[in-house]
């Protein structure tokens, strides 16, 4: 009697629902535990008490649900039609277009709230310039208007780059269909394309408000009184007037719990809209021209101008001489020379080794994941799914907690190690390779696979040489989202750092918070050029202007 072969396979799911369990299912059950359970070992709800108790404490969540939903909204508004001039029209410089909103949208948006500062904040050259030269007195770049402006300039761009995919998959043939009933221009817009559009309308919404609700960085800078809960969450567990460690993991809690229940309203609407479409006939772009063309150039190149300004504004400061929070007059490198003085050499390549170590991590464990949802369906592997995408529902900060909790003592303490942050860098980052390469790989037939192993090659083989090449586009495009959400990665790293593990994300927002603002414009102009960098060299491998997701 032959013997059955064991499926390769289920050790990697098991290896896999192992190393979850091991780095992020037992950092939240740490969490919770500790929300619950005291110093002295009693059962309490106590800390959730105090914070439903204290108004100050719950006004921060309907702070940050203010914002959220203004600023997604605001993205939506301002991200759509961009999209829809880009796909629909042949804009001049189209490309240059498409590289600025790329760039805006993967930097680190504590840096763009920080130029604004320099740009619209009380002594900012805008503010000084209308004040003096216009006599007009600019609203205040400080609060929730500011915050509210800084995040939607940052986040619109993902909304571009998720309805570029969608808009790029409607065929043709029923725009021509619509066009021949009469439905043309706005009613077209609404009545067509927003309908077939719609999963990728929430999908970027989510992906919009789960980045706002979790930003520590602007309205930290921002805020001056207008406390978000993220920032009330840091607070708690490294504030300056002392840390309660139990009240932390409680908000902790509330934190994974609100973000949850928007991610599954999300779901569950995205359900509603449950088809699928493929553009057998790609869009065939119109010239814009005419009055209607104008204004599409305007609105693309004014939106995008705005947004880039900020990095733009880093790298000009980078040069500007300055003593502390105050720029002179003419140019050197002075900036450069202190930066490096101050680890700007350990934070450079502390930030690149890290993120190339996490980045090959998620590579191989994401395409395992792909590989095991899709073409080996059981409970097993759908558990992993859904356990795989807990950190796309969780702010930075609760996973930093979270691993400090866990691995902050004996028998494994990674306290200050550069092993704590790749943790932190791979949990977090993860789901965006997850998702692009399980979408991938759905679209491959396993009828390939199939015909790969009737003509002798082995699973193993046909694996690495067919399948994996195949998923080549999905695994590139998530990956590079994943590379610059790491090397831009703060509310995490703001818990998890050491001396030894700075990053240049980390050290641009130290200077800022010291008020050394040359030192910091030169940190973050190295981090601008590096996630420029990483943009093109994504452009050149995947031979593509466009980012899948």
């Known amino acids: 009697m032959a013997k059955k072969k064991i499926d390769g396979w289920l050790f990697v799911q098991i290896g896999i629902i192992i190393l979850f369990i091991l780095f992020l299912v037992y950092p939240l059950l740490g969490i919770i535990k500790q929300s619950v359970i005291m110093e002295d070992g009693r059962f309490s709800l106590e800390q959730f008490q105090k914070f439903f108790e204290n108004k100050h404490h719950y006004q921060t969540i309907f702070n940050s649900f203010k914002i959220t939903i203004t600023v997604t909204l605001l993205t939506l508004l301002l991200g759509i039609p961009l999209s829809y001039f880009y796909t629909f029209y042949r804009l001049k410089g189209s490309k240059l277009i498409f590289v600025i909103a790329i760039l805006c949208s993967m930097s680190a948006p504590f840096l763009g709230a920080y130029s604004w500062v320099m740009l619209l904040g009380r002594a900012g050259v805008i503010t000084k310039f209308c004040k003096a030269a216009l006599g007009i007195t600019l609203p205040s770049i400080y609060g929730f208007g500011g915050i509210v402006f800084t995040q939607t300039l940052k986040f619109f761009p993902l909304v571009f780059i998720y309805m570029n995919g969608a808009f790029r998959n409607i065929d043709n043939t029923l725009m021509e269909a619509s066009e021949n009933l009469g439905c043309t221009g706005i009613k077209r817009l609404f009545n067509v394309v927003m309908q077939l559009s719609m999963p990728t309308i929430l999908a970027a919404s989510l992906m919009v408000f789960m980045r706002t609700f979790a930003d520590f960085g602007a309205p930290t800078i921002l805020g001056e009184g207008y406390k978000t809960f993220p920032v009330l969450l840091y607070n708690e567990y490294l504030g300056e007037n002392g840390s309660n460690y139990y009240f932390a993991a409680a908000l902790s809690v509330i934190a994974v719990v609100i973000t949850a229940v928007f991610f599954f309203i999300q779901k569950y609407a995205t359900s509603k809209f449950a088809f699928s479409i493929n553009a057998l006939h790609p869009i065939d772009k119109k010239k814009a021209k005419g009055i209607q063309g104008f204004f599409m150039h305007l609105y693309s190149y004014l939106l995008c101008g705005l947004a880039v300004l900020p990095q733009l504004y880093i790298i000009y400061l980078s040069f500007r001489n300055s ?22 050499f350990l934070s450079t390549y502390n930030t690149v080794i890290m993120g190339a170590i996490a980045l090959i991590a998620i590579i191989l464990l994401s395409v395992l994941i792909a590989y095991v949802v899709v073409r080996r369906s059981s409970i097993l592997s759908h558990s992993i799914d859904t356990i795989a995408m807990l950190p796309y529902i969780m ?77 080549s586009s999905g695994i590139l495009s998530g990956a590079i989202l994943s590379w610059v959400a790491i090397v831009t990665e703060l509310s995490s790293s703001v818990i998890l750092y050491s001396n030894k593990t700075t990053t240049l994300t980390m050290q641009a927002y130290i200077y800022i918070g010291r008020g050394e603002y040359g030192t910091a414009a030169a940190f973050a102009a190295i981090l601008t050029i590096i996630t420029a960098i990483s943009l093109f060299v994504y452009m050149a491998l995947s031979k593509s202007e466009d980012v899948k997701i």
């Open 323 to 344: 003593k502390g929070s105050v720029f002179k007059p003419g140019f050197s490198l002075d900036n450069y020379r202190l930066a490096i003085k101050k680890k700007l």
């Open 395 to 471: 702010p930075g900060a609760v996973i930093g907690i979270s691993l400090l909790i866990a691995y902050g003592s004996k028998p494994l303490a990674l306290t200050g190690t550069m092993a704590i942050m790749v943790l932190s860098f791979i949990i977090r980052r993860m789901p965006y390779t997850i998702r692009s390469a399980t979408a991938t790989l759905q679209q491959i037939p396993m009828s390939i696979e199939e015909a790969a192993i009737s003509l002798g090659s082995s699973k193993s083989k046909t694996f690495s040489r067919i399948t994996v090449p195949m998923m």
